[in-house]
């Protein structure tokens, strides 16, 4: 881990902030959630009732049976694209476009009354279920959210404060009861929505001072809208959490702070899977440390349910000082490593001692006498070698030996395992030379199959034809014994 990166969020002033933000927000989600839900209800039963009186369709008549792609024309620009003659939206014959419409005369309808309320036109039926649009008022609600990530939100309570404060914004007849003007972008709604974004996606988990007196100032400015809001009770008491809070003599509800760390946790996992950047995953792993390490802070006061601003300020203390200690041992460890990755590198341009010889020498195997050439020993040397030494483990041993005598001072480990390194028809375990010489592994060959014989140069050649000799010599010498 990056030692400036983690520095820059381990502050109790701004992570306090942080947590009091995010507070606040899910307070004023309380105070609209109502609000919106009582308003999508009145439309989705408007729509209903609307569509029987033009249709001549009994009153109450309702549809379960069409799902989205079948009230969905394929194709329809961002929902569905034909690609050699498929649709990924409409599967199958059960999820294709109805052409002759609903069967009850209620979807396709539905789908209108959708459209044609939607500031934009464009309501996201990716997001929804058509089967549920007479029955969950929210299913409807969620055509007038972004179109991404709100699928699986089957209730007011699933969905975060961006996506409530969509529908007040995309859902024509909010207007009435809104004060700013929905249709510009700087009004009350969209602000809001930019402080639920900020604090579900600070990158550090912190909010300065100045930001947030100016996110009490929007929540609080969008709970009491005079058109509507500023008379329900449930706005007014989210105001009255709200200044409690910002005052710091609220009693917090424990739930309400793991809640908090619970949608931010998630938010983070699911940009950590997407996010590209090396450094910015990096933050997000961080992230996600800090809030694990929150969360098992504020479990220690499950059991008293609430607790004062007193007690949260200790408790952020502790998980920072968690964090800072895991920090400071993870750069330990780092530096460590690096440190002994040096330490080893170094060691490279050493002589190796006897020890450290016997030891290369067991790693070598089947035809280690081609290792001669690329040692600049001569083939007498490898020859007097074999005549001398009874077994294969003393003549290795000793090659290297005489190798290490000759170069004297430039007879380093690191000009050992390069010469190792070219000339791959040599077996030799790498794996086992890797244990007590790591970066000796960035000399190994590409490779290193015993059962290949690439091209061998002349000297090379001449050994070979020696060791063929030889064995032609010697069968010759017991056939003619036998005679």
Request: hydrophobic share 30%.
């Amino acid at each position: 881990m990056d030692a400036k990166l983690y520095s820059h969020k381990l502050s109790k002033s701004t992570f306090k902030n942080w947590i009091k933000a995010g507070l606040g927000v899910l307070y004023t989600k309380e105070g609209i959630e109502p609000f919106v839900y009582d308003e999508i209800e009145q439309f989705q039963q408007k729509c209903l009732s609307d569509i029987c009186n033009n249709n001549g369709l009994p009153a109450g008549t309702t549809c379960s049976s069409c799902c989205t792609e079948n009230v969905v024309i394929c194709p329809t620009d961002r929902i569905c694209n034909v690609e050699r003659g498929k649709c990924s939206f409409h599967r199958n014959t059960a999820t294709c476009y109805l052409q002759c419409g609903c069967p009850n005369m209620i979807c396709h309808y539905f789908k209108c009354e959708i459209h044609n309320a939607h500031r934009f036109y464009s309501p996201s039926l990716k997001n929804t279920d058509a089967a549920h649009w007479c029955s969950n008022p929210w299913e409807v609600a969620k055509c007038f959210m972004p179109p991404d990530g709100y699928k699986d939100a089957t209730r007011s309570e699933e969905t975060d404060f961006y996506g409530i404060n969509s529908v007040i914004i995309n859902l024509k007849a909010f207007q009435l009861k809104v004060q700013d003007d929905l249709s510009k972008i700087n009004n009350i709604v969209e602000k809001a929505r930019q402080v639920g974004k900020a604090v579900l996606h600070s990158s550090y988990l912190e909010v300065e001072d100045g930001d947030l007196q100016q996110y009490f100032s929007t929540l609080r400015s969008l709970l009491s809208d005079p058109k509507y809001l500023a008379g329900q009770t449930y706005s007014r008491n989210a105001v009255k959490k709200l200044s409690e809070l910002e005052g710091e003599t609220l009693v917090i509800a424990i739930q309400d702070i793991k809640k908090l760390l619970d949608d931010v946790f998630n938010a983070a996992e699911g940009e950590l899977r997407t996010e590209k950047n090396e450094n910015k995953k990096e933050a997000g792993k961080q992230k996600l440390e800090l809030i694990r390490i929150t969360m098992k802070s504020i479990n220690d006061f499950e059991k008293q349910e609430k607790m004062s601003i007193s007690d949260l300020e200790k408790t952020l203390q502790s998980a920072l000082d968690e964090v800072e200690k895991q920090t400071k041992e993870t750069i330990r460890k780092k530096e460590s490593t690096n440190k002994e990755h040096q330490n080893k590198a170094k060691d490279l341009d050493t002589i190796p001692s006897d020890v450290e010889l016997d030891k290369i020498a067991q790693a070598i195997g089947r035809n280690w006498e081609l290792l001669g050439p690329h040692l600049g020993l001569a083939t007498t040397v490898i020859d007097r070698i074999k005549m001398d030494y009874p077994t294969s483990s003393t003549r290795i041993y000793r090659m290297l030996f005489i190798w290490r005598q000759d170069k004297g001072q430039k007879g380093t480990k690191q000009k050992l395992f390069t010469a190792f390194g070219k000339q791959p028809s040599v077996n030799i375990d790498w794996n086992s030379l890797g244990q007590s010489f790591p970066d000796d592994l960035k000399h190994k060959p590409r490779d290193t199959r015993t059962d290949k014989n690439p091209g061998l140069n002349a000297e090379e050649q001449a050994y070979k034809r020696r060791k063929e000799l030889t064995v032609i010599s010697q069968s010759l010498s017991r056939t003619m014994m036998c005679l």
